[in-house]
């Protein structure tokens, strides 16, 4: 994160946002299960496994579907080149128009699996080398980076931009307040208005400097 221009990282920010607000509906949706947060199902599918085997079905049916989501977002990435970022997210614009499209249609179980592989998908935005530098749906990370630079600070050693990973952590928690808000208040048209916001950042992707 803190590797990249200020352009990046709001970019990084506003996806994150997106992000967070995505897992939101979908938490209030799929009974509290997520679309983004995979450790949560983890452990969710580990307590299923321990106690009520018949009910690991779900998490790991959204863990399956997000492997396929980055595994073809990564597949996109790695076929798009330089206009890498703007391929996935016109992938991840697609999936959550088609996730609206299946919660229009009262097919609840389409939407979920569309939203779960939007979230894998766009965690592709951010690479080099083919490896992931910014994760757009978790956080975990990201808190433990900016730990590492309140310590850094601190003692006088930190680098500039440390206090980045904090904005990306407030931008998902900011999505999220706002996703589940929608969600709670307009049911159907948070999901249409999760798909504007990815189009408008495929958009933004056009005008972002050469890939880095």
């Not at 997210?89 to 249609?105: D, I, P």
């Not at 979920?112 to 998908?121: N, Q």
């Not at 952590?169 to 208040?185: E, K």
């Amino acid at each position: 994160m803190i590797r990249y221009d200020r352009s990046r990282r709001r970019f990084a920010i506003a996806l994150s946002g997106l992000a967070g607000f995505v897992d939101a509906v979908g938490f209030l949706s799929a009974g509290g299960y997520f679309v983004s947060f995979m450790s949560g199902n983890t452990t969710r599918l580990g307590v299923a496994v321990g106690t009520n085997p018949t009910a690991a079905l779900l998490p790991a049916l959204l863990l399956t579907g997000f492997l396929a989501g980055v595994t073809i977002g990564a597949l996109v990435a790695l076929r798009t080149g330089r206009l890498r970022k703007l391929a996935v997210l016109a992938l991840v614009t697609a999936l959550l128009l088609a996730g609206a499209a299946a919660r229009a249609a009262g097919f609840e179980r389409g939407m979920i699996a569309a939203l779960v592989l939007a979230m894998g998908v766009i965690n592709n935005t951010f690479q080099r080398g083919g490896e992931v530098t910014v994760g757009l749906t978790y956080m975990t990370g990201a808190l433990v980076r900016l730990g590492q630079g309140l310590a850094l600070w601190l003692v006088g050693k930190a680098e500039p931009g440390w206090s980045a990973w904090g904005a990306l952590w407030a931008g998902l928690l900011g999505g999220a307040v706002l996703g589940a808000f929608l969600q709670d208040r307009a049911p159907f048209w948070c999901l249409w208005a999760a798909t504007g916001w990815a189009a408008i950042m495929t958009l933004l992707a056009l005008r972002l400097p050469a890939e880095a």
